[in-house]
């Protein structure tokens, strides 16, 4: 039976964590509003870009670009979206575990990894998976600017044929309590669904629309890539909220079984000595 000392020991352990798991979710909670208004921001912004494409494609008659081209899907550029930190709950375990399902569904075909996010480099890094790219530390300071690395190396493997198709699985923000996961296509691009988010509006373009599509096609995959590290990061901080929230209330109730320990231990003693004092 441990000791009156060794529970004190453990009361005081316990209370120091749930002093940093109440910081943390603190911490979590103001970076999460801020990277929640980013998302609402960048959603209407990616929204409108397809609906202008899908417009220059319903105006160009034969329509043709690199990231257009469609190829029997042999090779595949899949871009995992993780988090550098960990203590977000099952955050990083459901991108990685929809990864692993992924590969193990294209098992046929030559599969390279583009990483985003330390947990999933180091994941894929020990299993010994080829990793094309990996991208880290880019989440406490995210900007338009690794959304265009990132777009980049993934736009260039598809217009040099490297790769047939790329994917990406990231985590979409919902609310501060759900995060919905999401595998989705990024290239080809469909002519069919940017026809289809056409909107019946009559814009007056400079320049030809042929050339505007092919500078808008490149910007519309960087403001997709933007979109999803945009939604994981708000879903990664509404995460690890709700994971600390958890560890806190498990350390209060930690805490008050260890109280009530310590006081029938304490009882007992002094029961014992009362029953020694009166038997002399």
Do not use: W
Request: proline share 3%; net charge positive; glycine share 4%.
């Amino acid at each position: 039976m441990p000791s009156l000392l060794d529970i004190r020991r453990r009361i005081r352990s316990v209370k120091n964590t749930q002093q940093i798991t109440k910081a943390m979710k603190t911490v979590s909670a103001a970076k999460l509003r801020r990277a929640q208004e980013r998302v609402f921001s960048a959603r209407p912004y990616a929204e409108q870009m397809r609906k202008i494409l899908g417009n220059l494609t319903s105006r160009i008659e034969n329509i043709a670009h690199p990231l257009l081209e469609v190829r029997p899907e042999e090779r595949i550029l899949f871009a995992v979206v993780t988090a550098d930190r960990g203590l977000c709950g099952a955050f990083n375990s459901n991108v990685i575990r929809a990864a692993q399902t992924f590969i193990r569904d294209h098992h046929g075909q030559t599969l390279d990894l583009v990483t985003v996010g330390r947990k999933g480099r180091d994941f894929f890094r020990r299993r010994g998976v080829a990793i094309r790219a990996d991208f880290i530390n880019i989440f406490s300071r995210l900007n338009y600017g690794h959304a265009k690395d990132i777009s980049e190396t993934i736009i260039q493997a598809y217009a040099n044929a490297e790769v047939d198709a790329v994917y990406i699985a990231y985590n979409e923000f919902k609310s501060v309590i759900q995060q919905r996961l999401v595998v989705e296509q990024v290239l080809p691009l469909s002519r069919g669904e940017l026809r289809d988010s056409a909107q019946q509006q009559e814009y007056i373009f400079e320049q030809p629309p042929q050339e505007i599509f092919n500078r808008m096609l490149p910007r519309y995959v960087e403001v997709q890539i933007y979109r999803a590290l945009l939604e994981s990061a708000a879903s990664e901080h509404g995460a690890r909220m709700a994971s600390m929230e958890t560890a806190s209330r498990n350390a209060a109730d930690m805490i008050d079984l260890l109280t009530l320990n310590m006081h029938r231990i304490r009882q007992a003693a002094i029961t014992r000595e009362i029953i020694e004092v009166v038997s002399g």
